[in-house]
Nanobody
Framework: QVQLVESGGGLVQAGGSLRLSCAAS????????MGWFRQAPGKEREFVAAINRNGTNTIYADSVKGRFTISRDNAKNTVYLQMNNLNAEDTAVYYC???????????????WGQGTQVTVSS
C-alpha cells in the first residue's frame, strides 16, 4: 500500500511557473514508476508525465513537452512536476499516481493521491 499526497498547486498568471510535489509513504517508493495526470472541469482525466523507478526515463504528453519536467528524489520519497510557461489550458486538478511500470495509461497505476488544484489566469 502506498499513500500519496500532492502539494504545490495554486493560482498563477499565464506564463508563470509552479512546482508540484507528491510525497509518498508506505511501501518502498523506489519500486514504483510515478505519473502525473490532470483533470479539467467537464473533461476526462488525462496523462501529463511519468518517470520510471530510478528516474532515468521519462515520458510526456505532447501538450506539455518542453514546458513541464518530471523528476523524483527516492531518498525523499517525492516526485515533482515543474511546470513552466503555464497557460489557461493547464488549469486542472493534478493527481500523482504510483504503479509498477512506466506507462501513460491511467489503468497502469494502482495508487492515487487526492489531487491539487492548479488555476492559470489569462
Amino acid at each position: 500500500q502506498v499513500q500519496l499526497v500532492e502539494s504545490g498547486g495554486g493560482l498563477v498568471q499565464a506564463g508563470g511557473s509552479l512546482r508540484l510535489s507528491c510525497a509518498a509513504s508506505g511501501r518502498a517508493f523506489s519500486s514504483y514508476a510515478m505519473g502525473w495526470f490532470r483533470q479539467a472541469p467537464g473533461k476526462e482525466r488525462e496523462f501529463v508525465a511519468a518517470i520510471n523507478r530510478n528516474g532515468t526515463n521519462t515520458i510526456y504528453a505532447d501538450s506539455v513537452k518542453g514546458r513541464f519536467t518530471i523528476s523524483r528524489d527516492n531518498a525523499k520519497n517525492t516526485v515533482y512536476l515543474q511546470m513552466n510557461n503555464l497557460n489557461a489550458e493547464d488549469t486542472a486538478v493534478y493527481y500523482c499516481a504510483a504503479g509498477p511500470w512506466l506507462r501513460s495509461s491511467a489503468l497502469a497505476y494502482d495508487y492515487w493521491g487526492q489531487g491539487t488544484q492548479v488555476t492559470v489566469s489569462s
